[in-house]
C-alpha cells in the first residue's frame, strides 16, 4: 500500500454527507477502531462468541442494533464498543462515518471510524467476544487475499467479499466496510477484479 494518510482520511470523512441507514432494515451501528503501532495504521476486530443470537464466530467491528435509548447511531456504537470490549467513549476520537451496509441479514450498518489508544487495557465481555484481533491495514491491501463468492441465507443469494489470512477470514458486511475505508484513501485491492460488487 501506499503511505497511509490520515489527513486525506480525516478530510474524506467530513467531506461524506450525513449516512442515511437502508430504509427496511434494522439500523445498527459499529465502530471501526482506528490505531497507530509503529507507525502503522492497524484496524481492531472482534471474533464472536458461538453463543450470541447473530453471526456467530465471525470476525466483526464492534457494535450492534440501535437501542430506543440511543440517540443516533453513533451513540449506539460506542455504547455497543463499551460493553462489547471495555473501550470507554471518552478515548475514542471518531472522524466520521462511512456510508451505509445493507445485509442479506437484515440490517442496515452505520460504521464509524475512529481513532483508538494504543495500547489500552481492553475487557472482552466473555459472553460475546472469543477474541480481540489487531491487524495491520496494509494486510487488507494485498489483492491476493480476497476473493468473492455467492452466499445464500434464506433462499437468497448475494454476492460477498472475503479476505484471508491462513485461518482468519473477514467477509460479508465487515470486509465491505473495509473495502470503504481502503477507498477513502485511494487504495481498493479490487480495483483490477472487474467482477468484484463489494463496494455496491
Known amino acids: 500500500m501506499g503511505r497511509f ?3 486525506l482520511l480525516k478530510a474524506r470523512l467530513s467531506a461524506e454527507s450525513a449516512p442515511t441507514p437502508p430504509l427496511n ?3 445498527a451501528g459499529v465502530l471501526v477502531p482506528l490505531f ?3 507507525a502503522e495504521p492497524h484496524l481492531l476486530f472482534t471474533q464472536r462468541t458461538l453463543t450470541v443470537k447473530d453471526h456467530r464466530g465471525q470476525i ?8 430506543s435509548s440511543d440517540p443516533d447511531l453513533l451513540a449506539t456504537a460506542l455504547r455497543e464498543t463499551q460493553e462489547e470490549i471495555g473501550l470507554s467513549p471518552q478515548a475514542v476520537e471518531v472522524l466520521g462515518a462511512l456510508e451505509p451496509v445493507a ?3 437484515g440490517y442496515g450498518i452505520t460504521a464509524y471510524v475512529a481513532l483508538v489508544p494504543f495500547p489500552y487495557d481492553y475487557q472482552p465481555n466473555p459472553r460475546e467476544v472469543r477474541r480481540l484481533l489487531f491487524l495491520p491495514v496494509a494486510g487488507f491491501c494485498a489483492p491476493d487475499r480476497w476473493s468473492t463468492g455467492d452466499y445464500t441465507y434464506k433462499g437468497q443469494t448475494t454476492r460477498v467479499c472475503y479476505w484471508r489470512q491462513n485461518k482468519t477470514v473477514v467477509w460479508g458486511a465487515t470486509a465491505r466496510i473495509v473495502l470503504h475505508l481502503l477507498a477513502l484513501v485511494g487504495e481498493n485491492p479490487l480495483a483490477a477484479d472487474r467482477h468484484a460488487t463489494c463496494l455496491d
Open 25 to 27: 432494515a434494522v439500523p
Open 103 to 105: 445485509t442479506i441479514t
Open 36 to 38: 497507530f503501532k509503529d
Open 5 to 7: 494518510s490520515l489527513s
Open 60 to 67: 466483526a467491528f464492534p457494535g450492534g442494533v440501535k437501542d
